[in-house]
């Protein structure tokens, strides 16, 4: 599957941005997505995923309750709502496809990337 995230930018903080990744090539739906993001200077690390159906989400604490993992099948695309931006989110964020069969967060059982889409929250 080919991955190709999009809709990064820059903004301020307490702002709102929304990134989509857009999947092609095998079937969508049999793949749990997932969100990551790498600062400078920094690991890669996990932000959220969510299970094949859209029936389950799964968070990183320190975006609970500001970001919103999302779905359309019908569309072969995954999405992150980020709300309430802070300059700590600043990062190129990565989607990611993974054949588990249930929701993963460590970046090795993540088989298919896409190119990433840098997230700027200026203060």
């Known amino acids: 599957v080919q991955l190709q995230a999009f809709g990064g930018g820059l903004v301020q903080a307490g702002g709102s941005l929304r990134l989509s990744c857009a999947a092609s090539?095998?079937?969508?739906?049999?793949?749990?997505m997932g969100w990551f993001r790498q600062a400078p200077g920094k690991e890669r690390e996990f932000v959220a995923a969510?299970?094949?159906?859209?029936?389950?989400?799964y968070y990183t604490d320190s975006v609970k309750g500001r970001f919103t993992i999302s779905r359309d099948n019908t569309k072969n695309s995954v999405y992150l709502q980020m709300n309430s931006l802070k300059p700590d989110d600043t990062a190129v964020y990565y989607c990611?496809?993974?054949?588990?069969?249930?929701?993963?967060?460590?970046?090795?059982?993540?088989?298919?990337w896409g190119q990433g889409t840098q997230v700027t929250v200026s203060s």
């Open positions: 990611a496809a993974s054949v588990s069969p249930a929701i993963v967060t460590s970046i090795n059982r993540y088989d298919y």
């Open positions: 090539g095998r079937i969508f739906s049999s793949y749990v």
């Open positions: 969510i299970s094949r159906s859209g029936g389950s989400t």
